[in-house]
């Protein structure tokens, strides 16, 4: 039977860590915490339930991810968010897993978005495939700042697990638009590393198509009040993140 770090970043999570802890306890050997200096008591809940505490300065989501990934005892990882929570379903399957985990192997959750209180199940937040579950030696996170992804071999396969990942993504609409502006300006950063520029169409008319593909391609308007804040939101975050990376050209 393979062994499995749960390796989990956080910053000021204390409303939500302990229900992550609990959830992966079943599954994971060791529990790690890289905290980015939460100003909270999550170090503190963390470290009464028995996990492995490391402080790390945030460097963007994927190479904080993989300094972490450095400390974790064994080679799988399970990645999960500290607002994440492993359904009983999907617990089940990872017992069974464990002992017939194949390193070319990298297995996606279906995550379930919980927003304000509601269960999101259409828009652009579903269906929500994330890689979570990987062996070190053979994937590790991009350096992407926000929105980073899992990249691995092309020999290596990806199988979709049936138990669901419960993702308490935010508590009220405030809280949102503070991500919002958050990941909107890392996301201009990414993109000036890249030597992107901003033009009329990527500044006005991708927040549009997102919106439209968001609310009424992909059904947002089912999930009803809420699925229409959830993809205007969404396209405000990509205007953001266009009118920030214009305003970082003209200021060089």
Partial sequence: MESISAVIITFDEAKHIERCIKSVLPVADEVLICDTNSTDETVKIATELGAKVIVNPFIGFGATKNKANQHAQHNWILSIDADEVLSEELIKELHQLKNNLDNNVVYAFKRLNNYCGKWIRYGGWNPDIKPRLFNKEHAQWN??????????????????????????????????????????????????????????????????????????????????????????????????????????????
């Fill in 143 to 252: 350096l992407a700042e926000v929105h980073e992804s899992l990249i691995y071999p092309n020999k290596t396969s990806t199988q979709l697990l049936k138990g669901e990942l419960y993702h308490y993504s935010y508590l009220s609409i405030d809280q949102h638009l503070q991500k919002i502006e958050k990941y909107s300006t890392r996301g201009a950063h990414e993109l000036i590393k890249r030597n992107k520029k901003t033009t009329f169409i990527k500044r006005y008319l991708s927040p549009l198509f997102r919106f439209v593909r968001d609310y009424f391609f992909k059904l947002g308007f089912l999930d009803g009040k809420y699925g229409f804040i959830i993809a205007k939101l969404t396209a405000k975050e990509v205007y953001l993140k266009y009118k920030k990376l214009n305003q970082l050209h003209q200021s060089k």
